[in-house]
């Protein structure tokens, strides 16, 4: 759906762009998504989910000498990253930080699949109700001496 909602906010846009929605198996380089595919665009704008299908995108684009607009979310921090060939880095060469477990929170509060997303989702809720600290605080000073859990301001249930 994400490239449709582009297509629809760069069309209302005061200079409007010709945005092509693409919805399918981009890996599929023996079907439409050869480099030539890549080639018949000027900007390549990447909202994909997994790493895998974002380094395949980056080569892809980095061969036909097409520019891409990587961008995603980690967590609740979204992420822009021009990419173009011989002038910035390209999504491969930026560290990533190793072994950091993370998943997409529209995966987690829409559409959980394994039973990591639904613990990982309750230990955010528990983090919200209760505050980041209070688990360590009642191993510190047990159940009945525990710390009163802190109030927030903000509380959202996506």
């Known amino acids: 759906w994400k490239a449709f909602v582009t297509k629809d906010e760069g069309s209302a846009a005061p200079h409007p762009l010709k945005i092509t929605p693409i919805c399918g198996n981009i890996k599929n380089a023996d079907g439409p998504f050869d480099l030539d595919f890549f080639k ?16 395949h995108v980056n080569r892809m684009c980095m061969q036909a000498e097409t520019q891409l607009v990587e961008s995603g979310t980690a967590g609740y921090n979204g992420q822009v990253q021009p990419i173009v060939r011989r002038t910035t880095a390209c999504y491969d060469c930026v ?13 987690i509060h829409a559409r959980p699949t394994q039973m990591i997303h639904c613990v990982h989702y309750a230990k955010e809720l528990y983090e919200r109700l209760f505050g980041a600290n209070s688990v ?3 191993k510190q000073s047990g159940p009945s001496g525990a710390a009163p859990a802190q109030e927030s301001d903000e509380m959202a249930f996506l």
Not at 95 to 105: E, I
């Open 40 to 55: 018949s665009f000027d900007v390549v704008l990447n909202g994909l989910d997994n790493v895998s299908a974002r380094q």
């Open 95 to 107: 560290a990533r930080p190793p072994d950091k477990k993370s998943f997409a929170v529209c995966t």
């Open 136 to 138: 360590q605080q009642e």
